[in-house]
């Protein structure tokens, strides 16, 4: 199986601060790669899927980038509504073991 | 307007079985990937397994290999996910999840999740 690892594990940020979430594939996946969004108590939301496709209905301070093996995930300004557990995963395998992200 | 329903909570013994429930309506079923994703308690998504119904071919994750059996009965539209030989660390919350397009293994669409609990 393909092993996820993402970084940071957790950060904290200012409304209005550019915010950078890496997600890193032990092998390539060429653009195989979504990223979800988690808030307590809720199930997952699908934010970005093929690794910069944005989801319909996601705001557009979210965006993805990468291909193969490294992979980003942007939030351009971090509104207090993004206040969540990010997580990437292989399409339909593994996901990343998630980035918490709260306001300073 | 798609809707997975799972089926409600479960207290099990260890070493006992479990089968959670994930009906679908609101679109077509078989042509979807449904996959099933778990939550321990304060802990991130661990994903399982996934199956396509109308292919009737199941995968599971290495670490699942051997004790969970993915199912699909698509008269009723309704996907079943079994795990064997519970142990307490299979505490968690069950979510089932479809792709969001045909074939799709980008998980749009999520149950409401069904807690298993494992203890004596």
């Known amino acids: 199986d393909i092993q996820m690892t993402q970084s940071p594990s957790s950060l904290s940020a200012s409304v209005g601060d550019r915010v950078t979430i890496t997600c890193r594939a032990s092998?390539?996946?060429?653009?195989?790669l979504a990223w979800y969004q988690q808030k307590p108590g809720k199930v997952p939301r699908l934010l970005i899927y093929?690794?910069?496709t944005l989801q319909s209905g996601i705001p557009s301070r979210f965006s993805g980038s990468g291909s193969g093996t490294d992979f980003t995930l942007t939030i351009s300004s971090l509104q207090p509504e993004d206040v969540a557990t990010y997580y990437c995963?292989?399409?339909?395998?593994?996901f990343g073991p998630g980035t918490k992200v709260d306001i300073k | 307007q798609v809707q997975l329903v799972q089926s409600g909570t479960e207290v099990k013994k260890p070493g006992s079985s479990v089968k959670v429930s994930c009906k679908a309506s609101?679109?077509?079923?078989?042509?979807?990937?449904v996959g099933w994703v778990r939550q321990a308690p304060g802990q991130g998504l661990e994903w399982m397994g996934r199956?396509?119904?109308?292919?009737?071919?199941?995968s599971y994750a290495q670490k699942f290999q051997g004790r969970v059996t993915i199912t699909a009965d698509k008269s009723t539209s309704t996907v079943y996910m079994e795990l064997s030989s519970l142990r307490s660390e299979d505490t968690a919350v069950y979510y089932c999840?479809?792709?969001?397009?045909?074939?799709?293994?980008?998980?749009?669409?999520w149950g409401q999740g069904t807690l298993v609990t494992v203890s004596s």
């Open positions: 999840a479809r792709g969001f397009y045909e074939s799709s293994g980008y998980y749009g669409y």
């Open positions: 093929a690794a910069s």
């Open positions: 092998q390539g996946i060429s653009n195989y």
């Open positions: 199956i396509i119904p109308i292919l009737r071919i199941a």
């Open positions: 995963q292989e399409f339909n395998s593994a």
């Open positions: 609101g679109g077509t079923f078989s042509s979807y990937t």
